[in-house]
């Protein structure tokens, strides 16, 4: 069993990729002769909810449960907790788990007390686990977010950047081995590595009108062969086809995709106020802006929760045909993982309906 400290240790780390993929890996696993743990003693059950934060089990949450191929993170924590996004307070890992970022279908999760605080472990013990090496631990559309470099950023930045005038043919598309003429880059010297971008649109704040920043959509990179009043730069990857006027806009920080997952500030709320990639709706694995950044206390890590404005219906007893107003439904929840001063980019963990722009976003 382990101490506080080691639980303490884990906590941090235990945790971050199963949530932010949502996902039990299907791996082979080691098969060490494990001894099994000691169960502490189970205290009574609690008549009231404990007043104070954190994690607290479900009335009906078992005393152990099976992994299934296919489960997330976040259904097991729903078995076990009544606040799902407590889970890293509860998990602990046995020192004989090789990697503790990692559960596998057949694992036998168990709720053991310490302290009087309940904590969740891997019963360990021997058994094959089979794997088609061909196979992907877990699908690559959970990771599209995560591959492109989201940039938002203020119009003089984007009309200042060096852009594509034309290429050495007469084409208007290029792509990855092509050269391309690029005009407004004096200082560009011969190697600097620019990200290639094409504008978006202007984010607007839909409530205050504000205007959050210019919005881009990643083309690829590009490499300066040769400078001068027109340079020459070749397109050294692509994620899209490159047309005249994209941008050259210089790299920013690497996001950091290691973080801690956690809760906003209480009491805020916000709006989705862009699709990444789509045209009127997104799901599960899908990225969405919302009006909410830096300024406002968001951090990458954060989990919101989706809601749904209710629709309006006709009352069809009511003699004056009156129209009511539907109550909000949660439909979803939305991590952030790239932010910005005023507004971030957060990717869809859980939905239960299509999000479209508008839905709000507020704490958990």
């Not at 020459?232 to 996001?255: K, M, N, V």
């Not at 106020?273 to 969405?288: E, K, N, P, T, V």
Request: proline share 10%; charged share 25%; net charge negative.
């Amino acid at each position: 069993m382990l101490d506080a400290r080691a639980a303490a240790s884990v906590r941090h780390t235990a945790v971050v990729v199963l949530l932010a993929l949502g996902l039990v890996a299907c791996a082979t696993a080691p098969e060490p002769a494990a001894p099994e743990p000691v169960l502490a003693p189970e205290p009574p059950a609690a008549t009231a909810p404990d007043p104070a934060p954190g994690p607290v089990l479900r009335p009906a949450a078992p005393t152990q449960y099976v992994v299934q191929e296919g489960d997330t993170l976040w259904s097991i924590a729903n078995v076990f907790l009544r606040d799902p996004w407590y889970w890293s307070e509860i998990w602990l890992v046995n020192p004989q788990v090789r990697n503790p970022h990692l559960i596998y279908p057949g694992d036998v999760l168990s709720i053991h007390f310490i302290d009087g605080r309940p904590h969740v472990m891997v019963d360990l013990g021997p058994r094959i686990r089979i794997e088609a090496l061909d196979e992907e631990p877990f699908p690559i559309a959970a990771l599209q977010p995560f591959m492109f470099r989201a940039r938002v950023v203020d119009e003089e930045t984007l009309a200042q950047a060096p852009y594509i005038v034309a290429a050495q043919d007469e084409r208007v598309l290029f792509g990855p081995g092509d050269q391309v003429y690029v005009r407004n880059a004096p200082d560009a010297e011969q190697y600097d590595l620019y990200q290639l971008v094409r504008r978006d649109r202007m984010l607007i704040d839909p409530v205050t009108g504000e205007e959050l920043g210019v919005a881009t959509i990643p083309v690829g990179e590009a490499e300066i062969l040769r400078g001068g009043e027109i340079a020459t730069a070749l397109i050294s990857s692509g994620r899209r086809e490159a047309l005249r006027g994209d941008r050259l806009i210089g790299f920013d920080d690497d996001p950091d995709l290691l973080f801690d997952i956690s809760n906003p500030p209480p009491g805020l709320e916000g709006q989705v106020i862009m699709l990444f990639d789509a045209i009127s709706q997104i799901g599960r694995y899908q990225a969405a802006v919302i009006n909410r950044g830096e300024r406002e206390g968001v951090s990458d890590g954060q989990v919101f929760a989706l809601w749904e404005a209710g629709r309006t219906a006709v009352d069809p007893v009511s003699a004056r045909n009156d129209v009511v107003q539907l109550p909000e439904e949660q439909v979803g929840m939305l991590m952030v993982f790239r932010t910005f001063e005023k507004v971030a980019y957060g990717l869809v963990i859980e939905s239960t309906r299509p999000i479209r722009e508008g839905f709000k976003v507020r704490h958990p």
